[in-house]
Structures are given as structure tokens and as C-alpha cells.
């Protein structure tokens, strides 16, 4: 990455700006005069660019606020932006309805899967770990109704 430049008279021309259009906005955090920025500071100052003015200003500085949200630019509130964001967040409102009627169904299920789990081991029930054999049953059965049956 080529290493940014900027001669000695551009540095003293955009730290001149830098004072008149900065102001303090916090404990070392610096804000733009409205419609200053780094490009606006490097169009005053030829042969540089916003890059560079970063770089100075940074090195000068430190960090600045973060410019407004263009939702609000000027003073301005973007009606269509807005409108957007409430309806996403209406959206993010119900799917999170959703997830939540989800959520209380697994829980529901879950507690009806213990409960199986515990009643099957109070009974001591064997028939869920392997195959089932209803032969037994099966022959019984046939037997009782077929001695039924002819009585």
C-alpha cells in the first residue's frame, strides 16, 4: 500500500481548516462544523485528498463524531427511510411472535417426552429398548375366542 503524503504547507493549510471547522464534541472526540468533512477540507487544498486529510487529522485530532444519520441530515427526517424501519421492525415484531409461540411448543413437547420418560421408568417399561414379540398376546388371544366360540 503506497504511504500517504502530503507536503509541509498542505499540512499547515488543512490543520488551519481542521481549527476553523472542528469543534470539541465530547473528552477527545471532535465534531465537523455542519457540511465540513474530510472531502469538503481536501477540496480546499490542492493535491491532496480525503485520504489525507484523514491521515492529518487523525494524527492531530483522533477520532471524530460520527456524522448524523442521513435519516436526519439537515434536520430533515427522510419520511421514506422511516417508513422502512417501522415496517422491518413490525416484521422483526411478529416473526419474533412466531419464534416465540415455537419455542413454547418445544417446551411443551419436551415436558410431555419427560414425563413419558419417567412414567416409563416408574412401570419399568422394556418394550421401547428393542423389537416387540406380541406373539404371546397374539396366541392368547386366538385361543380364548376360539374356545369362546365353539362353546
Not at 468533512?37 to 486529510?53: E, L, M, Q, S
Not at 416484521?91 to 413419558?116: F, I, P
Request: a positive charge; aromatic letters at 2%.
Amino acid at each position: 500500500m503506497a504511504k500517504v503524503v502530503a507536503s509541509r504547507a498542505q499540512i499547515i493549510k488543512v490543520s488551519d481548516l481542521l481549527r476553523e471547522h472542528l469543534k470539541e464534541a465530547g473528552e477527545n472526540l471532535f465534531a465537523y462544523d455542519e457540511g465540513w468533512n474530510d472531502k469538503r477540507v481536501a477540496d480546499d487544498v490542492t493535491g491532496i485528498t480525503a485520504i489525507h486529510v484523514s491521515k492529518i487529522r487523525t494524527d492531530l485530532y483522533g477520532r471524530i463524531r460520527p456524522a448524523a444519520p442521513a435519516l436526519l441530515q439537515g434536520g430533515v427526517v427522510d419520511e421514506a427511510r422511516m417508513a422502512r424501519i417501522e415496517k422491518g421492525l413490525a416484521e422483526l415484531a411478529a416473526d419474533t411472535g412466531k419464534l416465540s409461540e415455537l419455542v413454547d411448543e418445544v417446551r411443551r413437547l419436551h415436558a410431555m417426552l419427560c414425563q413419558s420418560i419417567s412414567v416409563n421408568r416408574l412401570l419399568d417399561v422394556r418394550h421401547l429398548a428393542g423389537p416387540v414379540n406380541l406373539g404371546p398376546v397374539v396366541n392368547g388371544l386366538s385361543r380364548t375366542n376360539g374356545s369362546a366360540a365353539h362353546r
